[in-house]
């Protein structure tokens, strides 16, 4: 498993990628 911290995984969990979430 890939650390919930881990920007490089993908694709990105909405929910452990918060910030990334309102980026897009």
């Known amino acids: 498993m890939v650390k ?3 920007p ?3 694709p ?3 929910i ?3 910030k990334t ?3 897009t």
Do not use: A, E, V
């Open 4 to 6: 919930p911290t881990d």
């Open 8 to 10: 490089l995984s993908f």
């Open 12 to 14: 990105p969990n909405p």
């Open 16 to 18: 452990k990628f918060p």
């Open 21 to 23: 979430s309102s980026l």
